[in-house]
Each structure stands twice: as C-alpha cells, then as structure tokens.
C-alpha cells in the first residue's frame, strides 16, 4: 500500500511575521492556528497581534516545487476575471486563536452575503471564520477580505473552529468557557446549540467528514463524542492518562485520533469506543534526570488527506510523520515550539505554526493509494462499521474494512 520509507521532510518554505512597533514582540506572537482552504486556494495564518494573514496558493514559485500547486477551481476564474488573488491582513482586534474555512464553494452564501452586504461581489463565497480572546467569532469573506458577521455567545478564549464539510454553514466552536456552541451562518449567525459537558477549557473540536459525528477535547483525560443530528453526547473515549488537546477524524469517518499531553496518540473507532493502537513519542535523545519529563508533550494530531498518514507535533522539537499501519514515526523534521500543523488538501505538503508567529512549510509523503485502500476509504465514507460488520463478507475482509489488521 505504501512506498518506500520517504526521505526527511524539507522545510519548503519559512514565514516570518513583520515586527509592529507598537506592541510588545514577546508576548502574543504565537500562531496558535494555520489552515488552508478546502480546494486548496488560499493559507491563513493567525501570526500573532490580532492579526490573520490570508495568502493565496501556491506561494511564489521559487519556494515551492513543481508538483505541489493547488488544484484550486478558483484558478481560472481569477485570471480570467479579477486577475490573480492578493495577500490579505485581517486585523481581527484581539488574539486570534482558531481558524476555519468553509467547504467550497458554499452556494447558499451568496443570497446572504449579498442581502445583508452589498458591496460584496457576486461570487460563490468562501469563509474564513476566526475565534478570538474575548470570546468573539468574526466571519470573513476571504476574496474580499471584508467582515461579513461577529457572533457573540462564548464568555472566554474560542480556542477551536470547526465547519461541516457538508457545505451547510454549520460552524461549531470550541471554547475555553468549556463549552461547545454550534451557528448556522445561513440563519444571519444563529446560536442554535450550546454542548455543555466538559469540565475543563474546550481545546480542540473536529466533525466527522460525513458529518455524523463531532469530537471534543478539553484538558481531560477523556474525549467526547457528540453526535452531529440530535446534537447529544454519543459517548467518552477513555484511555489516556493526561490532558486531550488535539483530535482528528480521518477522510473515510472510520477513524479517531486524539493526542495527549501524556505524549501518546490514540487511533479509535469512533463507531463503537474501541482504542485500535497507540502511537507513543518517544525521545530520541531522552535526558538523564527526571528535569524533561513532559518534553515529548503533544500538541496537534492530523490526517493526511489519502488518510494515509499522521502528523504530529509535540514539545521535543519534532514534527513526526506515521504511516497507519506502523507503530513507529517513519520521518522526522527539527522545528522548534510548534503548535499546530495541517496538510495541504492534495497532499505532498505540511504546514506547521510556531510560538514565534513563524509558519513552516514541509514537503509530504507522496503516495499513489492502493486500490485496496481506495475501496475501503468509499465503502466506509457511508458505512458504520456495524454495517460492516454486518455485510456477509469473509472475516479478513471485515477485518480490513474496520482496519482491524493492524
């Protein structure tokens, strides 16, 4: 299924922020989240000082190799119309810490972009929404670069964003009041859910892809579960031993990984709560004395978009890369305090953001899946696997649909 053990990752490119005289460099520089756009148009970049920086896709040519640009719809129409995109700087007016961008193109956007903001063209419109330290979420249309909405509900820091990749304008955000909120952007920003649960700062939130599903981690040790229709909590993924601060469902929905500050990754089912495998970050240079001992820390988990891949990154200076079905990172990258990380939507590219305000640029495994792999990957974006396990099919083929052959 996979090629050859890949070469290190490269660092493609570096970002640095400019440095603003007014504000104090050293505190509130960090680049809490990177994202880039479903069709894989744009980047946005919380660089620090309130400020986000929309750049479009590919950057210039010198940094980034041939066969790595986007394969964005947009492209021709940019060129056609408008002529090429242009870098952006939202000045969102306080500390940005989540970023999301909606499913493209998202059709039902226009008739309301257009009612309530005129002076917005007529485009399909891609979102960008961003969280913020007073618990404020700001809506932008990132052509323009104009803002489109302010929700107001969560009581402190909206650490997370997350749309459904139904294209629905359905935005959940994830708070440090620890609770979840959901909005439906095509009812003018309409709270129409608060998920209470969670004792401790809400972290991370991620929907399933077919949007059955919505996992939550906040300083605990257990993760939860909600489920995406009746918007109550389906479940508690219990097993690791410290703080959940990052989770990821893979492509098909089949799979769950939360990463922990107890320096493991955990892959779930999230159908029935089974824990499949841990992946444990080991140092490769371990210390001598007890001094480090939540050096190994983890702070973003990922999928690739084959769903072949993990990324992750933690608190020894690494980025990891995995393959699913091995137990051991199959690439290393040295990067100093990162904080998140995310693939390019086609692949062959990882994004990482540091607490300098940097973002880091690194070439991605490649791989042709097989067609095992792409089977599974369209049988299991519409079966549960009870569902699958109830298909009168050999039990080595169930086995490998629920990717039990580990």
Not at 146 to 169: A, C, E, I, Y
Request: net charge positive.
């Amino acid at each position: 299924m996979l090629s050859p053990a890949p070469e290190e990752p490269l660092l493609l490119a570096e970002l640095k922020p400019g440095r603003p005289h007014q504000f104090d460099w050293k505190s509130s520089c960090e680049t809490w989240s990177v994202a880039f756009s479903p069709d894989g148009s744009w980047f946005a970049w919380s660089q620090g000082h309130c400020i986000v920086k929309l750049i479009p896709w590919p950057l210039e040519e010198q940094f980034i190799p041939k066969g790595f640009e986007a394969k964005s719809r947009s492209s021709k129409n940019e060129t056609k119309g408008r002529g090429s995109p242009k870098e952006k700087t939202l000045d969102c007016g306080q500390i940005v810490w989540g970023l999301a961008f909606s499913p493209w193109p998202s059709p039902p956007s226009k008739k309301l972009w257009a009612r309530h903001h005129p002076q917005v063209p007529d485009v399909s419109c891609l979102i960008l929404a961003t969280g913020l330290n007073d618990g404020q979420i700001k809506i932008w249309e990132v052509q323009t670069g104009l803002l489109l909405l302010n929700l107001s509900g969560h009581q402190d820091v909206v650490r997370d964003l997350s749309f459904t990749p139904s294209g629905s304008l359905i935005l959940v955000s994830a708070s440090r009041d620890k609770t979840l909120r959901i909005w439906d952007l095509n009812k003018h920003g309409k709270q129409i859910q608060v998920l209470s649960g969670h004792l401790q700062w809400v972290y991370c939130c991620s929907i399933s892809p077919d949007c059955s599903m919505l996992c939550s981690a906040a300083g605990e040790k257990s993760v939860f579960l909600w489920s995406m229709r009746s918007y109550t909590l389906i479940r508690k993924l219990e097993g690791h031993q410290s703080s959940v601060v990052s989770c990821d469902f893979s492509p098909d929905s089949a799979l769950l990984v939360t990463a922990s500050y107890d320096t493991n990754v955990i892959m779930w089912d999230p159908y029935t709560g089974e824990r499949l495998r841990s992946l444990h970050h080991t140092q490769l240079n371990p210390p001598m004395d007890d001094s480090d001992v939540h050096i190994s820390s983890l702070r973003s988990v990922c999928f690739s978009p084959e769903g072949l891949y993990l990324a992750t990154v933690a608190d020894d200076r690494l980025l990891r890369i995995w393959a699913l079905e091995l137990k051991t990172p199959i690439a290393y990258a040295p990067m100093t305090n990162g904080l998140c990380c995310t693939f390019f939507p086609h692949g062959g590219v990882i994004a990482t953001g540091t607490r300098d305000g940097h973002v880091q640029f690194w070439t991605a495994p490649r791989v042709l899946s097989s067609l095992k792999h792409l089977c599974r990957k369209a049988l299991r974006s519409f079966l549960t696997t009870y569902q699958v396990l109830a298909l009168p099919i050999p039990k080595k083929m169930k086995e490998f649909l629920t990717y039990r052959t580990f």
